[in-house]
């Protein structure tokens, strides 16, 4: 990278995230004015948006190509009231946590003191949302059995298609003109609803230009007050480039970039929709503007890769907004979830990788930075040379790319009923979950601890953290006389637990729908301009909600234990283990020993787990797959954690699997942590095991040493795994490396480690089993292949 | 797939507890936590504790496995198991996903799968029927009787030269390299394909004079086009003390990377492929 970008990333990855309150002082003041009183709910919005455009801070960094930032500076991050309010607690929380610090200066205090918390409290969407829950929602909810991804942030995370591409604001303003003069107030009795959504998405485009032509107006003044020629013409450019673009069609890879970019701050400023938002499939956007440029001879592979590294920064400038209430407190680890896909199938079906993907690819490996985090979509048509490219990146031990399987995904979508054209331009985002881009709301509602649904059915319904009545009635375990007995009432539990997530999810999406509409989003995702309707109500042409299932081989082993010892080989009785788990198995050391070590466990590839899997599976999808949503969509299913296993396990007493309690679930669709003794090929078989072609997404993840991916047979084989498990219909797969640092920290504390596996020479090992000496040389040999 | 059992004696063996051809009770002293239950459990009184931890007379166990059976802490095991080749079989098939994928295919090691042709010979046969690919990878110390009817039925023979030098190699490995390598000559003849694999073990056998011996020895093969070397290391000393029966090792340095790269280009310059690890 060049000095600039040395220097820009330095100061991208230097700069302390801090709460920046003009966004809170703005909407705040606007909300004090008679406009929402005046105003129909998505014009009131619009005229929101549009006083924020026009009000904030217009942020150029010294040497900057690409422009624009959420707060007032980089990570200085804006806070959204009337979604949900900091307390002056959550603001001292977030000021002193160890993890992730936003920095809340006495100022910001004051102002939140005297403003915003007066002014918002009882009036933000969180409040509205607890209010019109019900008690078996709030105790379930209090209890740890689910998340709700809503009550502080806006549905989201939604990714965008190439539309920007090929129009400008004042096209989209033509085509929502258009919608306008076709309304039909004689037969159409949401007409009105509707010409009051159109007219809020014009107010938005024009809001959006505006806020372009500000970076242009400061950019100019900037230029004229530049000593230095090259950065006066840069400055220049800059300002040409935010007249032209978002009011028109992008000319060039600059352009493109930038318009980008001003979508993405208008997205993500018109409210919090879950963090993020994301460029998607940027390999394809960017590939004819590229190949226009080089053909031309306006554009150089060094000029593109730098404005791409200026693109890169931005998004590193952009932390998560922080929350709120306890998860102020735990969820340090949160950043903004943009995922730039490369890779995957073109529309038409062919192979996707170009040559704009080996540029980025070479972009994500020099920048190393957390965001935006990149994928590799891999199609069987995808050449070897792509994956062996990424492997390169993986095996550096940065946790990026994430490999996914194309040919599933649009398999999933088209079962989800998406065209072929519409799934083939999808991919994935966020952590794992599928889209169509540009086309789709689908909305992550919230995780679902699975092992509690067991906890509750080892309790007949009531949480033995708190006494509370959680569940139903499903029986006193010590009398099911099989395992298809507990099963059933596991899947009781279950379907009245997934009913009560499912009654209060309709509920909120309602509130977004009456309360909260995003018009500017709106504009983006299609068929909002065509029907007239809101990104949060109907106006997307496909409306999904997904409910994220959590600790899957947590539940499995549990059950299996279950089954193994209650049922199958009467080990011990149910009454036995029961005491055993209330104890939190002291006193029950060797029953504890036999549910770890001597039994069956999923990541093995052993039928008698991993037919259990496929039970909790099988339990889950037909609670959940199909049902409707109150937006046209359907709810679907994912298997993923981001962090949440932690929590979930958290809530949890001794589970059936030998865990104790409090510690965390297992993650994503892996095994619980140390239970695969098979090595990874075994790992993926059992993964591969469940139907992937029915969620919405799956997360593996895996953890290798640096030895195992040395040389050119190290990408080799990696890219042999990765194809193999695509081959069984595995949805996603990631790769953590093993640093030597890990390895000192478990020479050091063998008792967090013991499951800690790595190679030795032409086998592997549990690292906590070896000798000093050659866990030694195995440290020195870890820190040299640092690639 | 490893065989237990070997009729070699290599002093810097990484797989020390594949040499006895039966079961045996193994013992990860990390894991246990001294809850006395093998002491207590065990039939022939073979458990005792020492100031280590429990420790088993090899001379009383009948590896009957109770102590196994109580060691909630998985800390003892039996290692090597009677198994069929029905059994063998679901193993390799499970991985046929893998193979297909890269080529690649099931590995008959040990110990020394020689030591067990008639098993050895059906899984290869199966294998060969089923269209999955094998590797045999062997000391090549067998009769040749045997060694004329595994050749043609596995795809890959990976051989062993550990020294050229006759008496280095008694002194080293408890035998001579006499059979060993007509052995490999009449593999190199019959057989689909031969790799060779020289393991460098410092001190022994990577002095330049066996190293070119070795090199003009698989030249005279005509067939061989690849040899390996495998860089010694000390998981065999890790691993011998896990067993209840003594077994002592040789202690060598493990060979640097530069020290490896340089033997590879020596044995690159008789124009053969050459692999470090393997």
């Known amino acids: ?787 | 797939m490893f065989f237990k059992g070997c009729p070699l004696r290599c002093q810097w063996c990484h797989n020390p507890e594949s040499w006895k051809p039966l079961p045996e009770p193994g013992f990860r002293p990390s894991r246990c936590v001294r809850c006395g239950r093998c002491i207590e459990i065990c039939p022939q009184n073979a458990v005792s504790l020492a100031e280590t931890g429990p420790v088993t007379d090899p001379q009383k166990c009948t590896v009957c496995g109770e102590c196994v059976t109580a060691c909630a802490a998985g800390a003892r095991e039996i290692i090597g198991r009677r198994t069929t080749a029905a059994e063998v079989m679901a193993e390799a098939r499970k991985d046929v996903v893998f193979y297909d994928q890269s080529g690649g295919g099931v590995t008959f090691s040990g110990g020394e799968p020689l030591m067990q042709p008639e098993f050895l010979l059906a899984l290869l046969e199966t294998c060969r029927t089923e269209g999955i690919r094998t590797a045999v990878d062997t000391t090549c110390y067998a009769t040749p009787e045997v060694i004329q009817r595994v050749a043609p039925v596995a795809d890959l023979f990976l051989c062993d030269i550990k020294h050229m030098n006759r008496e280095r190699h008694e002194e080293y490995t408890g035998v001579g390299n006499g059979r060993i390598l007509e052995n490999i000559a009449a593999l190199a003849r019959a057989a689909k394909e031969v790799i060779i694999r020289v393991p460098i073990v410092p001190g022994f056998n990577d002095d330049r004079a066996n190293l070119e011996a070795t090199a003009r020895f698989v030249q005279g093969l005509k067939t061989v086009r690849r040899i390996d070397i495998l860089p010694y290391n000390r998981g065999g000393l890790e691993k011998a003390g896990r067993l209840t029966g003594r077994i002592d090792l040789m202690q060598a340095q493990t060979p640097s990377d530069s020290t490896m790269n340089g033997i590879a280009e020596f044995l690159r310059g008789y124009g053969f492929e050459v692999k470090i690890g393997g």
Request: hydrophobic share 35%; aromatic share 10%; net charge negative.
């Open chain 1, 1 to 787: 990278m060049n000095e600039r970008v040395a220097r820009l990333r330095q100061q991208s990855v230097d700069a302390k995230p801090s709460i920046s309150v003009e966004r809170a002082e703005l909407m705040t003041a606007f909300y004090q004015s008679d406009v929402p009183l005046r105003e129909s709910v998505p014009v009131c919005r619009a005229l929101a948006f549009q006083y924020l455009m026009e009000n904030k801070t217009i942020c150029i960094n010294e040497g900057e190509l690409i422009v624009g930032e959420k707060g007032t500076a980089p990570k200085a991050t804006p806070t959204y009231p009337e979604l949900c309010c900091h307390s002056m607690q959550d603001l001292q929380i977030l000021n002193d946590r160890e993890k992730t610090p936003f920095a809340a200066s006495d100022e910001v205090r004051r102002i939140y003191r005297e403003k915003i918390i007066p002014f918002w409290s009882g009036k933000t969407m969180r409040e509205k949302i607890f209010r019109a829950m019900d008690p078996a929602w709030l105790n379930a909810y209090e209890a740890g059995m689910f998340t709700e991804f809503m009550e502080q942030r806006s549905p989201g995370h939604t990714v965008l298609d190439n539309k920007i591409y090929r129009k400008g604001m004042l096209d989209f303003k033509q085509d929502i003109q258009r919608s306008l003069d076709h309304l039909d107030f004689l037969n159409d009795p949401q007409a009105y609803a509707k010409q009051e959504e159109l007219k809020a998405m014009l107010l938005c485009a024009d809001a959006i230009i505006r806020f372009a032509e500000r970076h242009a107006e400061r950019a100019r003044v900037l230029a004229r007050q530049e000593s230095n020629p090259r950065r006066k013409a840069e400055l220049e450019r800059i300002a040409e480039v935010c007249t032209h673009v978002p009011a028109h069609a992008p000319r060039d890879f600059w352009e493109a970039l930038q318009y980008y970019w001003f979508v993405h701050l208008g997205v993500t400023t018109e409210m919090n929709p879950w963090d993020s938002f994301c460029p998607g499939r940027l390999d394809q956007h960017l590939y004819p503007f590229y190949t226009r440029g080089l053909d031309e001879g306006t554009l150089t592979r060094e000029q593109a890769q730098e404005l791409l590294q200026c693109f890169w920064i931005k998004f590193n400038n952009q932390p998560a907004p922080p929350k709120v209430g306890v998860t102020a407190a735990e969820s340090g680890t949160y950043t903004d979830f943009a995922q730039i896909n490369n890779g995957g199938l073109r529309e038409d079906g062919a192979d996707g990788v170009n040559e704009a993907t080996f540029l980025i690819l070479d972009v994500v490996e020099e920048m190393r930075l957390v965001q935006p985090s990149s994928s590799i979509q891999v199609s069987k048509k995808n050449p070897d040379r792509f994956i062996k490219r990424a492997a390169r990146i993986i095996r550096t031990g940065f946790g990026q790319p994430s490999v996914f399987n194309t040919d599933l995904i649009v398999q999933e979508l088209i079962r989800m009923g998406k065209s072929v054209a519409d799934a083939r331009n999808g991919g994935s985002s966020g952590c794992v979950e599928v889209g169509a881009f540009g086309k789709e709301a689908y909305i992550l509602t919230g995780y679902f601890n699975l092992p509690k649904v067991l906890e509750l059915t080892l309790n007949n319904g009531i949480d033995p953290r708190t006494g509370k009545r959680i569940g139903i009635e499903t029986g006193d375990p010590e009398r099911f006389g099989s395992f298809e007995q507990l099963f059933e009432a596991y899947r009781q539990q279950l379907n009245y637990l997934i009913d009560v997530k499912m009654r209060g999810n309709n509920i909120i999406e309602r509130l977004y729908a009456t309360y909260m509409p995003a018009p500017f989003l709106s504009i983006l995702i299609d068929d909002c301009i065509a029907r007239g309707q809101d990104y949060h109500d109907s106006g997307p042409r496909y409306n999904t909600n997904y409910i994220q299932g959590v600790g899957l081989g947590t539940i499995t082993d549990a059950l299996t234990a279950l089954k193994y010892h209650v049922f199958d080989h009467k080990t011990f009785s149910m009454g036995q283990l029961l005491a055993a788990l209330r104890a939190n198995f002291e006193g029950h050391e060797s029953l504890r020993q036999t549910l770890w070590q001597r039994t069956p466990k999923y990541g093995n590839d052993d039928d008698y787990a991993d037919d259990v899997m496929r039970s909790v599976f099988e339990a889950y999808f037909q609670a959940v797959d199909d049902r409707p949503n109150t937006k046209g969509g359907r709810y679907r299913i994912n298997l993923l954690p981001t962090t949440v296993h932690v929590y979930f396990g958290s809530v949890m007493g001794a589970t059936p699997d030998g865990r104790k309690a409090g510690l965390p679930l297992s993650e994503g669709i892996s095994p619980v942590q140390g239970a695969d003794r098979q090595g990874p090929t075994a790992v993926l078989k059992s993964a591969a095991k469940m139907d992937h072609g029915r969620t919405g997404g799956t997360l593996l993840n895996m953890k290798f040493n640096p030895q195992v991916l040395e040389g050119e047979d190290g990408l080799e084989n990696l890219k042999d795994l990765i194809r193999s498990y695509f081959r069984l219909d595995g949805h996603h797969i990631q790769f953590n490396v093993v640093d030597a640092e890990t390895l000192r920290k478990a020479q050091a504390r063998p008792e967090e480690y013991q499951n800690l596996i790595v190679r030795v020479a032409g086998y592997s090992d549990y690292f906590v089993d070896l000798g000093k000496d050659l866990q030694n040389e195995i440290i020195a040999r870890t820190e040299q292949k640092a690639f």
